[in-house]
């Protein structure tokens, strides 16, 4: 899959412009990393109701700017959490969203 979805961009950019697609990145970049600071917090800490909050945000404001592989493991960390799985899947996952959390940024950036 993609790192951001190239329908999902399209779209935007004909309903809003080109320019709203520009500030719906820096946002999510802003916003991202404050709730991704959160979520790790909460692995770390074992707190899963944050780590549902932080889940959730993430899942949508991920496939609102088209990178749903994010969305997706964002998707997976909040299910995991709800079910109060052990905290080593947890992390586990957590690692993974990690690593698909770095390739949307690195491809947001450049929008």
Not at 36 to 51: A, K, P, T
Not at 52 to 58: E, G, Q, V, W
Request: proline content about 1%; some cysteine.
């Amino acid at each position: 899959m993609p790192t951001l979805d190239s329908k999902k961009l399209t779209q935007l950019r004909s309903y809003y412009g080109d320019e709203f697609v520009s500030e719906l990145a820096v946002l999510y970049l802003e916003d991202s990393r404050r709730l991704v600071d959160g979520l790790n917090e909460g692995l770390l800490q074992g707190d899963l109701e944050q780590v549902i909050r932080c889940a959730h945000d993430l899942k949508s404001t991920s496939a609102q700017l088209g990178a749903m592989d994010v969305s997706e493991a964002a998707r997976e960390l909040e299910q995991l959490s709800r079910e109060a799985a052990a905290l080593d899947a947890l992390r586990e996952r957590g690692e993974a969203f990690a690593a698909l959390y770095r390739e949307a940024v690195a491809a947001v950036a450049k929008l």
